[in-house]
Nanobody
Framework: QVQLVESGGGSVQAGGSLRLSCSAF????????MGWFRQAPGKEREGVPF????????YYADSVKGRFTISQDNAKNALYLQMTSLKLEDTATYYC??????????????????WGKGTLVTISS
């Protein structure tokens, strides 16, 4: 099974940019549908990714379309999330996920979905 480790979180002012990385170990991310989920403070982790890629598809939720970009480097076995024009409501812990079930780039969460431990992103005014 794959192990995922996120990095790159931190504090940034609204309007700024941040790049998150998800390094994978134990298996190639090319074998999975990959996505980013997030959990806002005091809330449950969202059940669907806000961004993902797999099966030739890339998915962006409306809330991040035009601001966030997902990419992956199979040679480095890593997934990236470039975030720009950050808003206060983007404050959350960001989780990388790898799954075998994929629907048009959306990781479908099952018992066989693998998760990183998350990285915190804090947006300030």
């Amino acid at each position: 099974q794959v192990q995922l480790v996120e990095s790159g979180g931190g504090s940034v002012q609204a309007g700024g940019s941040l790049r998150l990385s998800c390094s994978a170990f134990g298996d190639s991310i090319s074998n999975y549908c990959m996505g980013w989920f997030r959990q806002a403070p005091g809330k449950e982790r969202e059940g669907v990714p806000f961004i993902g890629t797999g099966g030739g598809f890339t998915y962006y939720a409306d809330s991040v379309k035009g601001r966030f970009t997902i990419s992956q480097d199979n040679a480095k076995n890593a997934l990236y999330l470039q975030m720009t024009s950050l808003k206060l409501e983007d404050t959350a812990t960001y989780y990388c996920a790898a799954g075998f079930s994929c629907l048009h780039g959306i990781v479908v969460v099952t018992t066989m979905t693998y998760w990183g431990k998350g990285t915190l992103v804090t947006i300030s005014s």
